[in-house]
């Protein structure tokens, strides 16, 4: 099992590529930008990843992004992301960034997005892995923010084909970016939005029906919903679910007590991803390896949620085939 989770080809759905930043690369970028860290060593960084909830974690993920200064520093981190997917057979991956966190700080967008797009640029040529980017806006900012920072988005529009929204979501809900999302669908932009995470299924309803959102991240508080849960089935809205992050961010006590499997037994298009692995204990592989085990799931549930991300990706059809045939052919490989 563990080699055919390994080897089967994935997409990733739900990766913020601040939350890849494992600690030693953390402490490398500190000593290159001589910027000083409020910890001793590589180990006590780790040692300070104990989350209580969804803001206790975003607290020191703000702290940590401060150490990404330059373009090379963007391109570094997402080369080292990307380096994990060619070890772990991603084949497509869906990349949330953050600008407000670094243009908040006087980094400027363009360094952010060169030196990102152009690891992907590289990891495209080098492993033929291909790759979107998604521009969160930060909700604990105001709409005011996010709408500024979507402007300065537009000059990259052809290479940021996606905005979502993450960041604290109790009290920050949908509604609150109903006009940015407007202006970013009259753009052109598609649309995606964490909701239910913490939040509750209503804003899992207004992120469909105010921002027209084609998936949902996480939604794993959908189940309190029936009505949500049948509409969801219907419309197959995909729900990028991260199972690692649940349990670290305490929205399940356990593995085993995660709704992965009751979600997809319910016929909704999940999908499993890793969200902000540095930060909750593994990548892509790791997050099938432990709800497989935890879940009892089988070589069938693994194949159905590798194929609903494909079947979820925001790939043009051809290449959406091309890489459904390539799992198939993994599949008549190993059986
Ligand atoms: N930003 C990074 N990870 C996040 C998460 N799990 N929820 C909301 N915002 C985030
Ligand atoms: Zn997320």
């Known amino acids: 099992m563990d080699a055919f989770i390994r080897d089967i080809p994935k997409a990733e759905l739900h990766i913020h590529i601040e ?8 402490f490398a970028l500190a000593q290159r930008n001589n910027i000083s860290l409020p910890y001793s060593s590589v180990d006590a960084v780790r040692a300070a990843y104990q989350f209580e909830n969804l803001q206790s974690f975003l607290d020191l993920y703000y702290a940590g992004a401060a150490v990404l200064q330059t373009e090379q520093d963007f391109y570094d981190l997402t080369w080292a992301y990307l380096e994990r997917c060619a070890a772990q057979n991603v084949r497509h991956t869906e990349i949330f ?9 006087g980094i400027p967008f363009e360094t952010v ?11 495209k040529q080098q492993w033929g892995i291909t790759s979107y980017l998604i521009l969160c ?5 105001s709409a005011e923010s996010a709408m500024a920072t979507l402007e300065q988005a537009l000059p990259f529009k052809s290479t940021i084909p996606t905005v979502g929204l993450d960041s604290s979501e109790l009290g920050h809900p949908p509604v609150k970016f109903q006009q940015v999302f407007d202006r970013a669908r009259a753009e052109g932009f598609l649309t995606v939005a964490h909701a239910g995470e913490e939040g509750p299924a209503e804003y899992i309803w207004e992120a469909i029906r105010l921002l027209e959102v084609s998936r949902i991240d996480h939604g794993v508080r959908c189940v309190e919903d029936p009505q949500l849960v049948d509409y969801l089935v219907q419309r197959q809205i995909p729900l990028t679910v991260c199972p690692l992050s649940n349990v670290r961010l305490c929205v399940f006590d356990s593995i085993q007590q995660h709704n992965l499997k009751h979600l997809l037994d319910l016929g909704l298009c999940v999908t499993v991803n890793s969200d902000d692995p540095a930060y909750f204990g593994g990548y892509i592989t790791e997050n099938f390896e432990a709800v497989q085990s935890a879940l009892h799931l089988s070589h069938q549930d693994i194949y159905q949620l590798v194929k609903n991300s494909f079947t979820a990706a925001f790939l043009p059809s051809d290449e959406k085939q091309a890489r459904l045939d390539e799992l198939d052919q993994f599949m008549a490989s190993v059986t």
């Open 113 to 123: 997005h060169t030196g990102i797009y152009r690891a992907l640029e590289d990891a």
């Open 97 to 105: 960034f953050d600008p407000q966190t670094h243009t908040e700080r």
């Open 19 to 26: 939350g890849s930043l494992e600690p030693e690369l953390m």
């Open 137 to 141: 806006f930060l909700r604990h900012l």
